[in-house]
């Protein structure tokens, strides 16, 4: 049995990020997941967990048609501060473990060649960087 919480070890690994749950009073935006921008959602999980960037663009419209145009409506996009810039970062889930991981990037890979070229990260990096945008 494949256990997909994020503070256990799974059994086996499932490369499928954790689900988002989204408030049914929620309105989607151009079609899509409405808790994407769920910066609490990253935050909630421990610095040392994984996800895959699948690309990072400065235009909150652009990346919201990256998304779209690639049919990732179960993505996260965080709102980010780096270098003294803004940016909005297409991420595919987040994952317990390096190896799972891996295996979504892969994926993505396979069925979205030449598209980008995702990087498998640790989240603490990117909680620093959405803590630096809401700290002004």
Request: proline share 6%; charged share 25%; aromatic share 8%.
């Amino acid at each position: 049995v494949v256990d997909k919480q994020i503070d256990r070890q799974p059994a086996e690994i499932d490369a499928t990020p954790i689900q988002i749950s989204t408030p049914e009073n929620s309105k989607p935006q151009n079609k899509l997941n409405p808790s994407m921008f769920d910066h609490d959602f990253i935050l909630s999980h421990t610095r040392a967990s994984y996800t895959v960037q699948v690309v990072a663009l400065s235009e909150k419209q652009k990346i919201l048609t990256f998304a779209a145009d690639n049919k990732l409506d179960k993505a996260l996009i965080a709102h980010i501060k780096s270098n003294e810039r803004q940016w909005y970062v297409l991420l595919l889930g987040i994952y317990p473990n390096y190896t799972a991981a891996k295996e979504a990037s892969i994926k993505w890979r396979q069925n979205n060649s030449g598209r980008s070229d995702p990087w498998i990260r640790t989240l603490g990096p990117l909680h620093d960087a959405i803590k630096a945008l809401s700290e002004g």
